[in-house]
């Protein structure tokens, strides 16, 4: 038999023209899916789930029937009650473990990838620099929303089919709104300035301790500062405190840490997204122009 004949198979595929950057995230939660951290984390975020699904549940079951002996009890807990509190104290508690869970999988995202070489692999392939960074970003993005929006929304759906009616509906219909705007409040800034810190440091470790400590430093500054000066606005100096109260505007909550404008506190996430991005977009347009 002829050598040539014993080579490999020529490449018959066909290169994407459109949404190349699915490949980056299909290889990113595929990566991310392999360990058991991960997996752990995930987990921990639906118990939160499940149990916000019993309440649901209850509630529903013993509000159809006003004869229920627990009704009385019902009526007097507003924990359990369902209502736009309860799912804006639902993604605040949510809130914490999605930064964990993002920061365990983002933290390694960029710097894992150029201290390997791999940026030279992919830029190899038919993929642009905005493919990459369109790719990592989306990945972080769906992983944050599965957690918080997605299961806000269907929350709000199953209270609706559990107790239909009316009265549910034209209380509830703005809810999936509000859930939808404070998840991308919350997930994309973090996402981004965890892929930024990931961009600017040569390591996973590093790029944690960094984000963690700049963290602190940051909500302490502001509790500081409002202790100093005796005015709680500058508690919005808190990047958390600042997504808190646009959450409370979202969700129309009376219970507010801060009397600062809402507005304010979107504008000082907005310039720290944007400035998160430029850093992400800068590292990688310089790595993709020295491969």
Known sequence: MPIYSNTYREYDGRPRRWFRWLVVVEQELKTLAKFRVFKMLYLLAFLHIIVRMLQVVAYDVMAQDPNNPLQMLL??????????????SFLYTQTS?????????????????????????????????????????????FLGLSIT??????????????????ETFQASWWWPLSITGYSLAIVLPTALSILACSALLPSQNYATITIIMALVANTSLAGLLAGLLRQRDYLG??????????????????RILFSLSWHWCLLYVVVVSLCALAVVLRKVRREEIAS
């Open 97 to 141: 473990l999605m930064f964990i869970l993002l920061l365990y999988s983002g933290a390694g995202m960029i710097c894992n990838d150029t201290r390997n070489n791999l940026m030279e692999v992919y830029f190899s392939k038919p993929l642009t620099w905005k493919d990459y960074v369109i790719g990592k970003i989306l990945s972080l993005v």
């Open 75 to 88: 009526s007097n807990l507003d924990i359990i009650e369902i209502n736009a509190r309860t799912f804006f």
């Open 149 to 166: 929006a997605v299961p806000g929304v269907l929350l709000v759906l199953f209270h609706n089919l559990l107790l239909p009616g009316l």
């Open 237 to 254: 100096v808190s990047f958390p405190l600042a997504l808190r109260r646009i959450g409370e505007y979202l969700f129309n909550e009376n």
